[in-house]
């Protein structure tokens, strides 16, 4: 179990610039979520796949993000046209298909957007 | 739809000392509800998990949390904090009958641990 993984770490970029991440869930994790964090605030739930289907997004998910996981192994979030209320942790957590099994959480990105 | 209310946004503490932080939930089906505990610069770690069964759960580290379902509460507690609790613990709450077992998280409660 080598955790979820997240990359970049940091991002800082320029308004109505493009931005992708990438995260790596633990292998025999098949759900896979995005949250959104801002300072102050607990994490937001974004979206989630099972798998390559992406099942929900929340209505934060504005039609500037897009969330991919083909093969249903790693996943990507690109934000296009970036705007300054994007900057926050973008967060990655991934589980097993049990009701039970907790969410494990990558350690972020933190964008920036100036 | 579910909701987490923490009561307190910070809590300071003198090392040695208990500690409670308080969540409230609100939902009209059954929950399972978690804590979790983020340090700077990281993600979030589970701390414990009610899921079902005995209303006391424990943690590796010292922490418990009890299940009030007549209050709908579920609050953390320590009786004694060291140094290295300082951090943001987070309590969440999921739909135990969904399909998709997302969290619904609170705002979070900054714990500080002074000497």
Known sequence: DTGVSQDPRHKITKRGQNVTFRCDPISEHNRLYWYRQTLGQGPEFLTYFQNEAQLEKSRLLSDRFSAERPKGSFSTLEIQRTEQGDSAMYLCASSLPVGSSPLHFGNGTRLTVT | ?115
């Open chain 2, 1 to 115: 739809a579910q909701s987490v209310t923490q009561l307190d946004s910070q809590v300071p503490v003198f090392e040695e000392a208990p500690v409670e932080l308080r969540c409230n939930y609100s939902s009209s089906v059954s929950v399972y509800l978690f804590w979790y505990v983020q340090y700077p610069n990281q993600g979030l770690q589970l701390l414990l998990k009610y899921l079902s069964g005995s209303t006391l759960v424990e943690s590796i580290n010292g922490f418990e949390a009890e299940f009030n379902k007549s209050q709908t509460s579920f609050h953390l507690r320590k009786p004694s904090v060291h140094i290295s609790d300082t951090a943001e613990y987070f309590c969440a709450v999921s739909d135990s009958g969904s399909s998709n077992y997302k969290l619904t998280f609170g705002k979070g409660t900054l714990l500080t641990v002074n000497p």
